[in-house]
């Protein structure tokens, strides 16, 4: 067995406490959470979490507490990010083995809701464990596990790799993830955005998962890995078109996925999630959203961009819908929006109207 070591950086966003919480992890930096648990008690992850408010978790219209200077059309209601500038918000370092055995990989330390992570890996000299599905012959392969507790999507790349890669999804068993769970997702790829290199999402239920990262035609090599997470809604997930749209849907329920992310939206209904994916050449842009004159009951709007901008949140902009505009950063990425409910009765038909650049 060949040990290979990685190095991930973690962008701190909004913590949350799901239960057993306490103010530090064994390590002294920000408590763990629930949703980072390794199968087997693995090494810098007992499952606690600091139980503590977001940042700028205050209760002040209009204030944007990340890297987004976006604002909303209207004067009235509430605007801000609870998330931060990811790249401002380096825990440093974690040292992290990983093993070229599926089921002895270690856990990705997830210390945050909507997290980024930047994995340093190698497959040079590592042995062929469990093939990916999408490569005739994916040889030299490392892996890793986490473990989620709420419905979400999870994100991967290779782009910056100087050799042919192959990312792909495991069950906790190792058998790799091949029934797609929502339209235009990817389990394993090994040419994503057209290029040699890979980009995976997928909705994934709650549980404990493997990734695994190989070679293409038996390729070995070093490469970044970038890993990030975004909490998915309790309703449907569509992925959102480019340009502009209308996007009609009803949510359902008296309780949601996303809540209390931020002091300024409750959050508390159920949600629908409209998702996308980025290539290393797209440009930054703007998106705008509205469900101003497009429901009945009180909206609310978010988004989560876990590389720059974890969560924020729009509320009341327009009487009891709201609108809202954020800024999109360049480059490849998951970006995540819901429409939501401010009250767990707050739901309902709705039609929103997007421009997604």
């Given at each position: 067995?060949r040990l290979?070591?990685l190095?991930?950086?973690?962008?701190?966003g909004t913590l949350?406490?799901?239960?057993?919480c306490?103010?530090?992890?064994?390590d002294?930096?920000?408590?763990?959470?629930?949703?980072?648990e390794?199968?087997g008690?693995a090494?810098?992850n007992?499952g606690?979490?600091?139980d503590?408010?977001?940042?700028g978790?205050g209760?002040s219209p209009?204030?944007?507490?990340?890297?987004?200077s976006?604002?909303t059309?209207?004067?009235?209601g509430?605007?801000?990010?609870?998330?931060?500038?990811a790249?401002?918000?380096?825990?440093g370092p974690v040292p992290?083995v990983?093993?070229d055995?599926?089921?002895?990989a270690?856990?990705?330390?997830?210390t945050?809701v909507?997290?980024h992570l930047?994995?340093n890996?190698d497959?040079t000299?590592?042995?062929?464990?469990v093939?990916a599905p999408?490569s005739a012959?994916s040889?030299?392969?490392?892996?890793y596990?986490?473990t989620?507790?709420?419905?979400a999507?999870?994100?991967?790349?290779?782009?910056?790799?100087?050799?042919?890669?192959?990312?792909?999804?495991l069950?906790?068993s190792?058998?790799?993830?091949t029934?797609s769970t929502?339209?235009?997702?990817a389990?394993?790829n090994e040419?994503?955005c057209?290029?040699?290199?890979?980009q995976?999402v997928?909705?994934?239920?709650?549980?404990?998962?493997?990734l695994?990262?190989?070679?293409?035609g038996?390729a070995?090599?070093?490469a970044?890995?970038?890993?990030?997470?975004?909490?998915?809604?309790s309703?449907?997930?569509?992925?959102?078109?480019k340009?502009m749209?209308q996007?009609?849907?009803?949510?359902?329920g008296?309780?949601?996925?996303?809540n209390?992310?931020s002091?300024?939206c409750?959050?508390a209904?159920?949600e629908d999630?409209y998702?996308?994916t980025t290539?290393?050449a797209d440009?930054?842009?703007q998106?705008?959203?509205?469900?101003?004159?497009?429901?009945?009951?009180e909206t609310?709007?978010?988004?989560?961009i876990?590389?720059?901008?974890?969560?924020?949140c729009s509320?009341?902009t327009?009487?009891m819908q709201?609108?809202?505009?954020?800024?999109?950063?360049a480059?490849a990425?998951?970006?995540v929006?819901?429409?939501?409910?401010?009250?767990?009765?707050?739901?309902?038909?709705?039609a929103m109207?997007?421009n997604r650049?």
């Open positions: 067995m290979v070591r190095l991930p950086t973690i962008a701190l949350v406490c799901a239960s057993a306490s103010s530090q992890s064994p002294g930096g920000p408590g763990q959470l629930p949703t980072a390794g199968a008690g090494a810098n007992d606690t979490s600091a503590s408010s977001p940042e978790g209760t209009h204030v944007d507490g990340g890297a987004d976006g604002s059309p209207s004067d009235a509430v605007h801000r990010d609870a998330g931060v500038d790249s401002t918000h380096d825990a992290l990983a093993s055995h599926c089921q002895s270690p856990a990705i330390p997830l945050t909507n997290a930047n994995l890996a497959t000299g590592a042995g062929e464990d093939g999408c012959n040889g030299a392969d490392v892996f596990q986490f989620i507790s709420k419905p999507f999870i994100y991967a790349d290779t782009f910056g790799a100087l050799w042919s890669t192959v990312l792909y999804l069950s906790s190792c058998t790799p993830l029934t929502t339209p235009n997702d389990l394993c040419s994503g057209g290029t040699s290199q890979s995976i997928a909705l994934l239920p709650p549980g404990n998962y493997r695994g990262l190989g070679g293409s038996g070995s090599g070093s970044v890995i970038h890993f990030e997470l975004a909490l998915a809604g309703g449907t997930a569509t992925a959102l078109p340009g749209s996007q009609n849907g009803e949510t359902l008296v309780s949601g996925n996303v209390n992310q002091g300024g409750l959050a209904g159920p999630a998702w996308w290539c290393p440009t930054a842009g998106l705008t959203a509205t469900t101003c004159g497009g429901a009945s009951w609310l709007l978010e988004t989560e876990p590389g720059t901008n974890p969560y924020k509320l009341d327009c009487g709201t609108a809202l505009t954020t800024n999109v950063p480059g990425g998951l970006r929006l819901l429409v939501d409910g401010q009250a767990g009765t707050s739901a309902g038909a709705y109207q997007v650049p």
